[in-house]
């Protein structure tokens, strides 16, 4: 499976788990086992928000383009990511955040 990843600046998640020809995608699952080679899937007959076009099977392999969504602290790795090749069964890894800054100590708190 190849999952091309579309950026989005936006603060909710994105939690994937890929199971065979099915993708778990926060609790919702699809189950795209009855494509045949070199047959495309829709984007309008997946009935999700987070799939940003069609579903593809080349050479008996899935490909498709997820949302993804980055958070304030986003990384050059979530702004440009790479397409994720070979996904294993399991949950998928997307890239990570900046560390978030430490907060600053006031004076009050030296107190």
Known sequence: MLINLSPQRRDDTLEVFRSGSTLIVNGESFDFSLIG?????????????????????????????????????????????????????????????LPEPALEASPEDNQ
């Not at 099977?57 to 304030?72: A, D, Q």
């Open 37 to 97: 080679d070199g047959d495309t899937l829709p984007r309008a007959a997946i009935n999700s928000e987070w799939f940003a076009g069609n579903v593809d099977k080349v050479n008996g392999e899935l490909i498709l383009t997820l949302l993804f969504p980055m958070p304030w602290n986003y990384s050059p790795e979530q702004a440009f990511p790479v397409p994720l090749n070979n996904v294993p069964d399991g949950p998928v890894v997307f890239p990570g955040p």
